[in-house]
């Protein structure tokens, strides 16, 4: 951030009477630019026992298989994004949505939301963000390919869950980039 | 919403392409400006069957009770921030914390999520932001001195669920302010 929003002018980093950690503030207007994490919000869509994936068909990471997951937006609920954010990736309506899995990613200031869902039916398609869509059961899971850390701890999540019957609301942390991220940079 | 952080320049509201909603985008250096709702994040923390509750020193609703809650901050995770918000409001610090209530304000671009947890002793005073600390029983909750409608449905989640000794993870939504803080506007 290098300027003001409000009025143009340029921002400085400093500390604003009663608070305790430097934030962008405006010396012309006195604005105070806070920057919060991000909900990112997302489904575990279910189809008798099998899982819905996606293979990503943009970057970051695009050819890489995920859940159906993206930012929540201002006017939607948790579960409104969610479900919208499942309908943009893979063309298909889930219904009975249960908050499941919430995962701090600090060092990129994001949160997962991650819920367990059912397709109302067996339809979906590839979209312009997934170049395929696909019903997987446990044993097709592929795990080599998987996008994202918190999508791999998801699908365990919800395996171990599932093995027992037994879901209740859990939560989970990454935090550092996996290696494979971490050399691209 | 008028310049942009990046370069200074004026903003416009646009649909930004394969987009579906107007951002604030910079014509001059591409910058999309995303704007997302924010965590607050809060406890609600008991000692020995009673809830440690804080009279509010700042606007808004400046004097009335609330429980200990706020902003989610960049670099924490968000039990983190429910720990950090209870220690600055009520100089306490708490412990165990169990996620336990997520609400929708979408109104206000906001989504609670409250903690249940347990002071780690009854140790607490008035702050900078509350004039007034203390611990009540259920009998003694000041209902008609609330700051917040989210406030009021946490204590009620939380005494019903109390009365049973059955504590789930719950969801609720706040669509429209209450109509004192409408009347003020």
């Known amino acids: 951030m290098n300027y003001c929003s409000q009025c143009g002018g340029p921002v400085a980093l400093t500390v604003p009477p ?3 950690r430097p934030r962008y503030v405006c010396p012309a207007c006195g604005t105070v630019h806070y920057q919060n ?4 919000v997302g489904c575990i869509p279910i189809w008798e026992e099998r899982i819905l994936m996606c293979r990503r068909n943009i970057e970051p990471r695009k050819g890489f298989w995920t859940l159906p997951a993206g930012f929540l937006e201002n006017d939607e609920t948790v579960a409104a994004g969610a479900r919208r954010e499942t309908f943009e990736e893979t063309g298909s309506r889930v219904t009975d949505l249960a908050p499941y899995l919430m995962v701090d990613i600090v060092y990129i200031h994001q949160i997962y939301m991650m819920y367990r869902c059912r397709l109302q039916a067996p339809d979906f398609h590839p979209t312009r963000e997934s170049s395929e869509v696909k019903l997987v059961a446990e044993a097709e ?3 080599d390919e998987i996008a994202f850390p918190v999508i791999e701890k998801t699908l365990h999540h919800y395996l171990l869950d599932w093995s027992t019957g037994r879901f209740s609301f859990r939560t989970d942390r990454i935090d550092a980039p996996p290696k494979s991220l971490q050399q691209k940079r």
Chains 1, 2 share one sequence.
């Open 18 to 20: 009663d608070d305790d």
């Open 37 to 40: 994490p991000k909900l990112v």
């Open 141 to 143: 899971i592929p795990w």
